[in-house]
């Protein structure tokens, strides 16, 4: 049996190495575009590859998919984050949990899952050819033919599509016949230009609300001052639920801001006048209610109209209602995006519709398989998102060798 694997990146390599260790009579060979493969891999994660999340419920697990949820829960009760660890312990990378779930190998390097995938590959007779630019795709009966930059088309009992988020492949399966959901970026920073974050780059909250104004969007998490405006859990989360509205408003809108989480305008105002009543001698600026950095409150503050040596003393209704403003809803202008250098991902690609999860095989070409970004799947940042890969790789992998256990 002869298996086509278009693309070396994470999900072309999980699922090359699975269909070859499960039917070692296969021929598997992946074609890879660029001079190297698991190139993502590598740069994932600052360097250090978040290679899944430690979440092995798969119910919540799905939560973290904008995209995707629905098809991903019976895929992920097969092969979940608790599979992916003991895959890479097999072969001999452990991995380590930090506090906030997501899990890296334990060398804190993404070359160490770049070789273990290597490795796993050439044990299992994978042969993988860079340099060669998948172009069309030919039906013959229920096999394929695939033609490539700089060789005799190649005849295959099964392909496997797994070229991420490339929108000249998203145009050849059109062409195909296949849906392709429009792609819009997700996990994006904001540009926000706005005098009351300006030289406060650092700066943090751990528990913000933050809105889309005029949307049902929200996102709720920790909160980063950047150089450009905002980034954080809680920008990351906003971008990636808000990924195809965020496009479509050209990614300029107004966000409301909660610097207190959903702490809600009335009882943010009795708060406030507790903190008068108990610093009624002290200035303002100076005496940080809530807990806030003490620059972002100064900023807020004077943003409120509060002059640096006003004392709590002198703060009457309307100012104590202007801070309780800032604090809870103020309005920042956002303009424009920035990338998230840890990770990013495409919203968009493969119609879900017109997937078969427990194959990931097509339902409209038999012997035609996706995973992986080319799918309309995408994550939160944290692991998701190669977990997923992982997951289709694995499935695909297995069902293309005719052993979907
Ligand atoms: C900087 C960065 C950091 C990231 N960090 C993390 C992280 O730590 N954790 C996490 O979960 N996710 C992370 N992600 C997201 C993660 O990398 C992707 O979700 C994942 O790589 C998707 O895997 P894939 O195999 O579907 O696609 P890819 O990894 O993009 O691989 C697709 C491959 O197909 C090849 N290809 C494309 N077209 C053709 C063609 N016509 N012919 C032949 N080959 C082709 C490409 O060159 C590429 O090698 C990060 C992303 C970025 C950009």
Avoid at 302 to 329: F, H, N, S, Y
Avoid at 332 to 346: D, H, L, M, Q
């Amino acid at each position: 049996m002869d298996i086509v694997i278009i693309g070396g990146g994470a999900a072309g390599f999980f699922a090359a190495i699975t269909a070859a260790e499960s039917n070692p009579a296969a021929q598997v060979i992946v074609l890879e575009r660029s001079a190297s493969v698991l190139q993502k891999v590598q740069l994932s994660g600052g360097g250090r590859c978040n290679v899944t999340h430690a979440c092995f419920d798969a119910r919540a697990l799905v939560q973290h998919y904008p995209r995707g949820s629905r098809e991903l829960l019976g895929p992920f009760q097969r092969f979940g984050p608790q599979d992916t660890v003991d895959w890479f312990e097999a072969r001999g990378v452990r991995l380590k949990t930090e506090p906030d779930g997501r899990m890296f190998p334990l060398s804190d390097d993404a070359q160490t899952i770049v070789e273990c995938l290597w490795n796993a590959a050439r044990r299992a007779g994978v042969q993988v050819r860079t340099g060669l630019r998948v172009e069309r795709l030919e039906r013959i009966g229920d096999s394929w033919r695939v033609h490539c930059t700089r060789l005799e088309p190649l005849p295959a009992d099964r392909v496997l599509v797994a070229t991420g988020s490339s929108e000249a492949i998203w145009a050849m399966l059109e062409k195909l016949g296949h849906r392709i959901v429009p792609p819009a970026p997700s996990l994006f920073t904001f540009n926000i230009k706005d005098s009351r974050l300006r030289d406060l780059a650092g700066v943090s909250v751990p528990d913000a609300l933050v809105q889309v104004a005029g949307a049902r969007l929200s996102a709720r998490g920790p909160l980063l001052i950047t150089h450009w405006g905002l980034s954080g859990p809680a920008i990351l989360r906003l971008s990636a639920w808000g990924a195809r509205e965020l496009k479509q408003a050209s990614y300029s809108f107004s966000l409301i801001i909660s610097w207190l989480g959903d702490k809600k305008l009335a009882e943010v105002l009795a708060g406030l006048a507790q903190t008068k009543a108990a610093n009624a001698r002290k200035t303002v600026h100076a005496h940080p209610a809530y807990g806030l950095p003490q620059r972002l409150w100064e900023r807020l503050a004077a943003a409120a109209g509060i002059p640096a040596g006003m004392r709590w003393a002198d703060t009457g209704k309307t100012v104590l209602q202007g801070l309780a403003t800032e604090l809870c809803c103020g309005a920042y202008a956002v303009r424009g995006k920035s990338a998230f250098k840890e990770e990013f991902v495409t919203a968009g690609g493969v119609d879900l519709r017109e997937v078969q999860f427990k194959t990931f095989e097509s339902k409209l070409f038999p012997h035609l398989y996706f995973a992986g970004e080319v799918l309309d799947i995408d994550a939160l940042t944290g692991g998701f998102n190669f977990q997923a890969a992982w997951t289709g790789g694995w499935i695909a992998g297995k069902a293309m060798v005719g052993n979907d256990e």
